[in-house]
């Protein structure tokens, strides 16, 4: 956030010091994006704070003797309101075109509109009925309630949550929608959505009934064309942040009696569903570019290191010797090699987080019923495991080596310091068991680090 966008939400929150105050309006007189961001912000938080929704019933906050702050000095409320009309209020604004054009039994909270009146640029809440929105673009926007949503332009319409009906039949491009994953560009179609935010993300279920849309997320910088007859479902957890874009196929009329991505989908609709192609950690990671990089970077080392460990297993598996010698003695080189690569090799295992060595999480979907019982709608979400699994087999694979090597150090034992000497020599040997008992230990380190860093 910039240090300006900052002392945007200091003024909103009421905290901040007459210095930043009086630096905030010399960069409001400077930019008109950052007035606009003023306002946004202004907007959003009037909404956050008339409408709150838990997902679920929260669990109880321990009750804890909070520190009382100061009250915000009195000049703030009048301060703030004087920014409001002088870089707003008197701001030119053009009239809005945008109509009513039909209503069905609306049900409103705020700012109450009927059939024919103009769409203020505010935003809206549509509690229950439906509405029809006519654009200068020809485009009509059916919106179902409830459905939060704001007329941003004559050519724009943002939908936060809600169900929409997209008919567009004017040029290329002249309309968009925006949703809280992404903007759907109308390339002269018919096509509806339904947005649903919950705690960790927001999904939106798409279907194309007619001609081509385009949706653009991660800043406009990835785009994909919807096409005649596609369905989709899309989750992310802002425009600027990449979205997962999930194809799926069914027979039912209304998208929002189907979740393509549910493993019991296909038991309760008859359906032959796909299974989806992102995992647990696609969830957690999602948005968090540098999280993504990191973690990619040890899932090739972790793959590397399963193949060479996996030649080893399944070699121990049908090992049998006529000169009676275990595996781990057959296979010391090989097993001593690969200690050492982990040991003195240019990555400090050491510093790996527990989560990225194996598997913590799992994806689970949670399902919305209408009133007949039937599944309306299934979200994926990540649930934490509680016994770990393998997952890229880092942690295993170390666990595997370590208890490798420890069983070549204890046949050296056995047989004398001599034993892995090509001349059979004490001193040459004691130099290899003192090397390899200093490879078990820092092995059991890296481990040991490796599973109290759960951050």
Partial sequence: MKPEEQLVWKLIDRDISKSDFHKLQESFLKSKDLRKYYQDCLETHAVLSSYTRPER??????SVQQEKKPRPPAWLGWAAAVLVFAYFGLAPTKPSQVAISSTEHPEWRGTQLSMGDTVPSQPLYLKNGKIKLKFPSNTFANIEGPAYFQVIDDQTLEVIEGKVDIAHQGKPRSFSLLTPVGEFIDLGT???????????????LT????GKVEFASENKSKTKILSEGDKFILTGTHRGAPAIIQEWSGTEEDPDLIDPQSPSADTTHGQNLKTPAFSAMDLMLQGNLKAQMKYSMIE????????????LIDAEKVF??????SFAEAAMPEIEAMAHAIVEGCIDFSKLSFWSTCQTAEITWFEHKDKSGK???????????????????MLVNLERIKSWLQSVHLIHEQKGLGWVSSFGC?????????RRKNDIAALSDTIASIKRNLE
Avoid at 57 to 62: M, Q, V
Avoid at 320 to 325: G, K, L, R, V, W
Wanted: hydrophobic share 35%.
């Fill in 57 to 62: 019933n929260p669990l109880p906050f321990p």
């Fill in 190 to 204: 018919r096509f509806e959505v339904i947005i649903k935010n919950l705690e960790r993300q927001t999904t939106v």
């Fill in 207 to 210: 279907k194309v009934t007619e």
């Fill in 300 to 311: 090739a080392i972790a793959q590397s290191i399963d193949e060479k460990a996996q030649i």
């Fill in 320 to 325: 049998s010797s006529e000169q009676n010698i």
């Fill in 375 to 393: 599944v309306t709608r299934r979200v994926p979400h990540v649930q934490h495991l509680k016994i770990p699994e393998e997952g890229n087999r």
């Fill in 426 to 434: 004490p001193e040459d040997g004691k130099l290899i068991y003192l």
